[in-house]
């Protein structure tokens, strides 16, 4: 058993991309590996998801990827097309991860959640649903954890993978900042795929910027981020109309052709976008935060889940391979910091480039600088 960092015994909290990942990870380096998920159906919300390369290299190494092959997409580069004609504007490559792996592609969220459900059922993994934590002490000698069911359990580290309101930052981290508003929202929608679309596609026309990816080999993946000033809440009867009306901003026939096929089955979602960066550090004791617990980003650069799966990997890999625990998880932040306020950073300033219709040259440069960025090893 792994244990050079005196780690043995090991709580994930969240059961999402992030914290899959992390339970496969930490089962397979030979730690004794509690996951609790408070959903007890285990489900995964939302539309389509977009990934990079550098998402599909986690993929592969957790043994998920061949699979994903058969339900999912894999495209190389992007394209900015004119709202206008569909022309293509500006062809960006996605560059390569290496191991013969895509650029990019894209999956429905749900259908990537129940190939990670698989990958973690088929470890040593102890899943327990429908409940959680109620209270965490942190001790010289462990955490004490006890459970909305009445039981507790001691643990030698907790990570926390919650998400962008996680329960555990607010029992540990009480004094970090909420999550900011960025004064946008994006829509989503599941379409049939349109002819001629065959990598990820996007369009801006004014302050809307609109786009595509393909998610199997019959449907594509809409997206579309309109400016809102304030987080008010849009009836879901209204979500038909409302993105249709939004899609007539674009004279493009690509677009046109995707609003004449939206309908009640188009499983649209709307989201408000907020974004969230805890300072360092991110660990307090024996608790430490991964993914949108620590580092929620909008989805300019769709690369939310891709950070997120990748600091389950290296959170194992530093406890693994460190003396003492604290050294591990010092460790894991300062392989993590950089990249991940990259990620949120960027993915900011181009919302905010969005927001005030601003220099779409500087938005095509920070999209570039960060897709060879997010290719690089981590």
């Given at each position: 058993?792994?244990?050079?960092?005196?780690?043995?015994?090991?709580?994930?909290?969240?059961?999402?991309?992030?914290?899959?990942?992390a339970?496969?990870?930490?089962?397979?380096?030979?730690?004794?590996?509690?996951?609790?998920?408070?959903?007890?159906?285990?489900?995964?919300?939302?539309?389509?998801?977009?990934?990079?390369?550098?998402?599909?290299?986690?993929?592969?190494?957790?043994?998920?990827?061949e699979?994903?092959?058969?339900?999912?997409?894999a495209?190389?580069?992007?394209?900015?097309?004119?709202?206008?004609?569909?022309?293509?504007?500006?062809?960006?490559p996605?560059?390569g991860?290496?191991?013969?792996?895509p650029?990019?592609?894209?999956?429905?969220?749900?259908?990537?959640?129940?190939?990670?459900?698989?990958?973690?059922?088929?470890t040593?993994?102890?899943?327990r649903?429908?409940?959680?934590?109620?209270?965490?002490?942190?001790g010289?000698?462990g955490?004490?954890?006890?459970?909305?069911?009445g039981?507790?359990?001691?643990?030698?580290?907790?990570?926390?993978?919650?998400?962008?309101?996680?329960?555990?930052?607010?029992?540990?981290?009480p004094?970090?900042?909420?999550?900011?508003?960025?004064?946008?929202?994006?829509?989503?929608?599941?379409?049939?795929?349109?002819?001629?679309?065959?990598?990820?596609?996007?369009?801006?026309?004014?302050?809307?910027?609109?786009?595509?990816?393909?998610?199997?080999?019959?449907?594509?993946?809409?997206?579309?981020?309109?400016?809102?000033?304030?987080?008010?809440?849009?009836?879901?009867?209204?979500?038909?109309?409302?993105?249709?009306?939004?899609?007539?901003?674009?004279?493009?026939p690509?677009?046109?052709s995707?609003?004449?096929?939206?309908?009640?089955?188009?499983?649209?979602?709307?989201?408000?976008?907020?974004?969230?960066?805890?300072?360092?550090?991110?660990?307090?004791?024996?608790v430490?935060l991964i993914?949108?617990?620590?580092?929620?980003?909008?989805?300019?650069?769709?690369?939310?889940?891709?950070?997120?799966?990748?600091?389950?990997?290296?959170?194992?890999?530093?406890?693994?391979?460190?003396?003492?625990?604290?050294?591990?998880?010092?460790?894991?932040?300062?392989?993590?910091?950089?990249?991940?306020?990259?990620?949120?950073?960027?993915?900011?300033?181009?919302?905010e480039?969005?927001?005030?219709?601003?220099?779409?040259?500087?938005?095509?440069?920070?999209?570039?600088?960060?897709?060879?960025?997010?290719?690089?090893?981590?």
């Open positions: 058993m792994a244990a050079c960092s005196g780690v043995r015994k090991v709580l994930i909290v969240g059961g999402g991309f992030s914290g899959m990942t339970a496969i990870e930490f089962q397979r380096a030979g730690f004794q590996v509690d996951l609790v998920e408070i959903d007890p159906n285990w489900r995964s919300y939302g539309a389509g998801i977009s990934l990079h390369g550098a998402t599909m290299r986690v993929m592969k190494r957790i043994g998920i990827f699979r994903y092959l058969q339900v999912g997409a495209t190389q580069g992007v394209e900015m097309r004119s709202p206008i004609d569909d022309n293509i504007l500006v062809s960006m996605t560059p991860v290496g191991d013969g792996l650029g990019g592609g894209g999956v429905m969220r749900p259908v990537l959640a129940e190939l990670m459900r698989d990958a973690v059922r088929a040593d993994t102890n899943v649903l429908g409940h959680t934590f109620s209270a965490i002490e942190d010289p000698d955490v004490r954890v006890a459970f909305t069911t039981q507790s359990a001691t643990y030698d580290l907790v990570v926390g993978a919650d998400g962008l309101y996680s329960a555990v930052r607010k029992a540990v981290f004094e970090a900042p909420p999550p900011r508003y960025i004064g946008q929202a994006v829509w989503r929608a599941v379409v049939p795929r349109p002819q001629g679309v065959d990598r990820p596609v996007m369009w801006i026309s004014g302050k809307l910027k609109a786009g595509l990816n393909l998610v199997s080999k019959d449907e594509a993946y809409l997206f579309l981020m309109e400016n809102r000033p304030n987080n008010d809440f849009v009836d879901p009867s209204t979500f038909v109309d409302a993105l249709s009306d939004l899609l007539m901003q674009f004279p493009s690509i677009l046109n995707v609003r004449a096929r939206l309908g009640m089955d188009s499983r649209i979602i709307f989201r408000p976008l907020e974004q969230f960066l805890l300072p360092r550090p991110w660990y307090r004791g024996r430490v993914g949108d617990a620590v580092h929620a980003t909008t989805p300019h650069l769709a690369a939310g889940a891709c950070i997120g799966v990748e600091d389950a990997v290296v959170l194992a890999e530093s406890v693994a391979q460190s003396d003492e625990l604290t050294e591990a998880l010092d460790l894991f932040q300062d392989r993590r910091w950089d990249r991940c306020r990259m990620v949120v950073e960027n993915s900011g300033r181009l919302g480039i969005e927001v005030s219709g601003g220099d779409q040259g500087e938005h095509t440069r920070i999209m570039q600088v960060s897709m060879k960025a997010l290719a690089e090893a981590i």
